[in-house]
Structure formats: C-alpha cells, structure tokens
C-alpha cells in the first residue's frame, strides 16, 4: 500500500512537471519575424527551450514548434559552419551571377565556373566564355559589325589579336555570327575604332596583320581608341605603319565628341612591343618619331618597351635615328628596354648614356644598335640582371663602376673568338661570378675559350654556345668537351653541341635493327656526360627546330637518355613524349 502510494505520489509529482515543462514550451513565440538574423545566440536560447519540453512529452512536438525549430536552425547555421551556405550563389538574380562571372578574366576559371551548375552554365557561355579572348582578321566585318551593335558584350572582351590575312589558323570569335553583313557607310578603319572603343576592359591587345604599304589600316590611327581601355595592360604591334613617317592622325585635335588623349588614359599600360616586318628601301625610310610620340606623350607608366626593326641591307646604315628615342624618352618605372636592328648617329652613344642615368630601374637591357659604343657614366645600370648585346658593348657596360657589384643573372649575344678582345668581357664577367647562372654566345672558336669562362663564371647552370643553333655534326672530341664542362659543377643545361647521332624507333621505343649500333654509342655518350657533369640534365637533340632535347635520366646510378618535347620555347619545360622507354630510350 505505500509503495503504491509513493508510485501514485510520484506519478502526480510527475505529472506536474509535464505540465510545467509544456506551460514553459507554449511561452515560447512562434512568429518567425520576432527572432533577428543577425541575432544567434537568442536563437539557440529559443532552441534550448523548446527542446527541454521534449524531455516530459515523449519527445512530441507541435507543429508550429517544430517550424520555428527549422527557422531557428537556419538563422545559427551561417555562424556557425565552416564553408559558405550551401546553393547561396546560383540562388542570386541573374544580374548578380553575370557580374560575378564579369570580374573573372581567366577562361579556365570561367569554365570552372560555368560546371558548377547549369544556371551558372546558362550565364557563362553566351555572354563570357566566347568573349574572354577574341582572335580574328580585319577583314571579318562581322565580327567587328558585332562588337559595334552589342556594346555590353564588347565589354567582356579581355584579349584581342588581330591576325595576318595570310594566316591558316582558325578565327577565335562569338558563334553564331551573322554570315552575310549589309553594307554600311563606315570604312574597315572606323569600323574597327568604333569596336576597341566599346572593348572597355581589354587587358591586351596584339595586332599583327599583314601591313605591306599600302597599309589598310594604320595602328597610329587606332592608338586613340585605346584611351578608352583604362585596363589596358600590353599592347604588342607587329606592324611596320608605326615606324612610317608620322601621321597628322596619332593624336587628333579634341573635339566635344572626342577629347585629346591624355597620359592618364593609359595609367594601367606597362608593356609595349614594337616590331616591323623585313623592310626594303622600296617600301620606306623608317623613323622613330612616331613610336616615340605615342610611348612618351601616352605611356608615363611604361615598364617594358620592346622595339625591333627588321630591314634589308640596301636601306644604308643611317636611315633610322635613334637620338630622339633617347632624347624624348622618359619613363619612371621602366625595367625592361629591348632597341633591336636601330641604326644611330655619332651623337646617339651620348644620348644613350643619359637615358641610363635617367633610368637606374632598368633590370633586362637588349641593344643592337649600329652606331658607336655606348659608354655609360658611373654609377649607371646598377640593377641590371640581363645583359644582351655585343662582346665589346658587354664590357664596356659591366666594366662601368657602380657602388655595388650588378646582380647580373644572364648574359646573352657575344662571340667568344678565344683571342685578347675576350680578355675584358671575361674580367667584367669576374665581378658579376657570384651571381652570373646564364650564358649565351652566338658562338665560340673552340673548347679552350670555355675554360677561360668558368674560370670567371664557375656558377652556370646554363650554357649556349651557339645561340640554340647546334652543329651541323658530333664533335669527335666527346671527351674533351665533357672534361671542360665538368668546369661548371652546377651545369644543368648545355645546347649549341649535338652528342647524339640520329636513332629511328619502332613501337614502343625499340632501336630499328640498322641504329642499334648508333643507340650503344648514345649511351657511351650520356654515361660519359652523366659522370663527368652531375647535375647535368639537358642537351640538344639531334634534329633542328622540331622542339625536341634529350634529357639525362639518373636512376640508381645508371645514367639513360631520354628525348622529350618542349613547349615550344627554348628554355620552357620538358615534356616526356608518348611511348614505352626501352634500353634508356624514348620513343620520338
């Protein structure tokens, strides 16, 4: 009886705290606008007690609490997870996604973009991805006509290349481009200002068309149409209009319509490249005066200015002036200057050594310049990390004292002939051996000059001796030239000299029969190479501009070759080719 009565008193002490726990639950507001976003802690206090009135209720919940718990959970989820909500972007108004993906310039980020989902595939494609780089002729009026009737789509293009009219590759354009277009009054000149006018964010612009006088179009003419890219980053011009004589329309007069161009339109401008076809006497007398007036008067903010000419001998010797590149030329942040193929004038070396004055940022200095030897004052070039020019412009530049040695890197153009001209070059190269790691000649007279270099320059990890040209055949001297470039412990890429003789494969890299014999010797050849040089790693194939080297592979102290492919470009990065390697051989 009284343990049934201690049951019946706990089961009605019981019973109160259900009530208790319930009256303390229906206190609770269940109006989801009285709880703030902004405000989690007062919604976990709301969750605290709509939860404790599970414990008494057999872990039922009403509806209306169960909503609010829902609510609540979403207001505390953003504080307190480590990644962005989930499904928050593609949840955004179209206008939001198009400009989100307008801020992205790379087309590879683009794509990465666009597969997230199919919304954001929808915005990307029709109105960025094709836009991102756009590579097509002047003579495509209908991309041009394009760009002119749809403004906000010109907007999204970032590069532009105007191609060569001769040119097989295939255009880069929008698809789905009107293929007939109605004749308009506008000429192909300003058809084309009209649409980089509307290119608003352009970053680069490379305009190489064929421009044999008479020029179509003249760049100097489409140099005002820039000033509407204040993005504008690198403009590189294949075109010999920019060294014509100069035109009245480089920078016309300001009108209401179209005001003068200004130094600060092109604030963003850092790189310019400036080349010329092969020029002959019968096309024209080139000149530096335009080239001059659009870097000096538009590009205050120049970094790299890369000029070269190319032009026949029957043009002379002086019909180029480069004093008034020199003499006009002022750019405060300037650190690359290639002049190539310009031809000077008595004065120019003077000139020259005052624009060195003017500009101690120079870091990478490349001249070919057919006048004097420039001399520079002291205290001239002191950053100057790579140096390309003659042997005798070579020393005269890195003789010039300055307060600290130069931290030059690379060196790149002299002709080593191994006789007592070399002897200053090698004791300005003395002072630069702590940092000097690269070395390209146009050509050396024989191993023995290559000694006297690594006495100088012992630290090379790179050696040219032939301007990326090898010989014609082996050298029967294997021996000698690998005791000479065991001079240079640090070496890892030597080319001008072919050590491998031509091997013909078969499926999976195996030796055709006949070239057995030949692979053997190319072993002998790595394995000497391999023991003598350590950290020797890349030397010339044996056939010419097929963008191929053979590459020393070490494994377990066993020394094979191996012939990769590059890029494309003579110091870019091996890549194996395709194919089953077989007895230290690679398929090619």
């Not at 310039?105 to 960025?128: E, G, N, T």
């Not at 010999?240 to 200004?262: I, L, M």
């Not at 890195?398 to 002709?415: D, I, M, N, W």
Request: proline share 7%; net charge neutral.
């Amino acid at each position: 009886m009284l343990s049934h009565a201690h049951a019946l008193h706990g089961g009605a002490g019981l019973g109160k705290g259900v009530k208790r726990a319930a009256r303390k639950a229906d206190v609770v507001d269940v109006d989801f606008a009285a709880y703030s976003p902004h405000d989690p802690f007062g919604a976990i206090t709301t969750l605290r007690k709509v939860l404790a009135g599970l414990q008494h209720t057999h872990l039922t919940m009403r509806l209306d609490h169960h909503k609010l718990c829902m609510h609540l959970l979403g207001l505390v989820e953003p504080f307190i997870t480590l990644s962005p909500a989930r499904n928050t972007l593609i949840q955004q108004p179209n206008e939001t996604l198009d400009r989100v993906a307008f801020h992205i310039h790379s087309q590879r980020d683009l794509l990465s973009l666009a597969l997230c989902s199919k919304r954001m595939y929808s915005i990307v494609f029709p109105r960025h991805f094709p836009y991102r780089s756009i590579n097509c002729k002047l003579s495509n009026k209908a991309v041009w006509d394009h760009f002119v009737a749809h403004p906000s789509l010109a907007l999204n293009v970032r590069r532009l290349e105007i191609m060569p009219e001769c040119a097989m590759d295939k255009e880069i354009v929008p698809p789905e481009l009107p293929q007939s277009v109605e004749p308009g009054q506008k000429s192909s000149e300003e058809l084309v200002r009209a649409a980089i006018e509307n290119m608003t964010n352009l970053v680069t612009l490379k305009w190489l068309p064929d421009d044999a006088p008479p020029f179509i179009v003249h760049f100097p003419t489409i140099w005002p149409a820039l000033r509407a890219c204040p993005s504008l980053k690198e403009v590189d011009v294949f075109s010999n209009s920019v060294f014509a004589d100069a035109h009245d329309d480089v920078a016309p007069p300001a009108t209401e319509d179209q005001p003068a161009t200004s130094s600060s339109d092109f604030a963003s401008l850092g790189a310019v490249t400036m080349r010329s076809t092969s020029i002959t006497a019968a096309d024209f007398n080139p000149t530096l005066h335009c080239v001059t007036q659009l870097l000096v008067d538009h590009c205050t903010n120049l970094e790299v200015s890369v000029i070269k000419i190319g032009y026949g001998p029957e043009l002379g010797q002086n019909v180029l002036d480069a004093d008034i590149f020199f003499a006009r030329g002022r750019w405060p942040k300037l650190r690359t200057l290639h002049l190539l193929n310009v031809q000077g004038t008595p004065s120019t070396p003077e000139c020259a050594a005052t624009f060195f004055d003017e500009h101690p940022t120079i870091e990478a200095l490349h001249l070919q310049i057919g006048a004097g030897l420039i001399t520079p004052h002291p205290g001239a070039l002191p950053f100057l990390r790579e140096l390309r020019c003659s042997k005798d412009q070579a020393a005269i530049i890195l003789s010039t004292p300055v307060h600290e040695p130069r931290p030059l890197e690379t060196l790149k153009g002299p002709f080593l002939t191994g006789r007592g001209g070399d002897d200053a070059l090698l004791r300005a190269l003395e002072r630069c051996k702590g940092t000097l790691r690269r070395v390209e000649l146009r050509g050396i007279s024989g191993v023995k000059v290559l000694r006297a270099l690594a006495a100088v320059a012992p630290r090379l990890a790179w050696l040219d001796v032939a301007e990326g040209r090898p010989l014609d055949s082996v050298p029967t001297g294997t021996g000698q030239w690998a005791d000479t470039l065991a001079l240079f412990p640090g070496l890892t890429a030597f080319h001008g000299v072919s050590f491998f003789n031509e091997v013909a494969f078969l499926g999976g890299g195996v030796p055709v029969l006949a070239d057995k014999p030949v692979a053997r010797r190319n072993d002998e050849v790595a394995a000497l190479l391999g023991a003598k040089c350590p950290k020797l790693r890349r030397l010339d194939h044996w056939a010419r501009g097929t963008h191929r080297v053979v590459v020393l592979a070490r494994e377990d102290d066993k020394v094979r070759w191996v012939v990769m492919r590059t890029r494309g470009e003579e110091d870019s990065v091996p890549v194996t080719l395709k194919g089953k390697a077989r007895g230290g051989r690679n398929k090619c």
